[in-house]
């Protein structure tokens, strides 16, 4: 269910309905957190692997996507997956 885009009409209503400014304030939260996060995995490894593993998000966000919003996951988007996490593996192999 998409809450801001079905029940806002104008952007002073996301500011004025605290529900919605709640989820807006910790989705910046988590946007700063991840961010920061990022920013000291680039210390601990070069740019080539860390890259490789920030990919995972191809194949993380679908799955939670069909766990919490219950959206399907088709059979194209399986073997995308697949060939995604083979590429990181095979990327990331010494």
Do not use: C, Q
Request: a positive charge; proline letters at 2%; hydrophobic letters at 55%.
């Amino acid at each position: 269910m998409k809450v801001v885009g079905t029940r806002t009409n104008h952007i002073t209503d996301l500011l004025t309905d605290w529900r919605l400014a709640g989820l807006l304030g910790t989705a910046l939260f988590l946007y700063a957190a991840s961010t920061l996060l990022w920013v000291d995995v680039l210390r601990e490894l070069p740019l080539s692997r860390a890259y490789m593993i920030l990919t995972l998000a191809v194949v993380l966000v679908p799955f939670t996507s069909a766990l919490v919003f219950g959206e399907t996951i088709s059979k194209r988007l399986i073997i995308g997956m697949i060939l995604v996490g083979a590429g990181i593996i095979i990327s990331n192999y010494e």
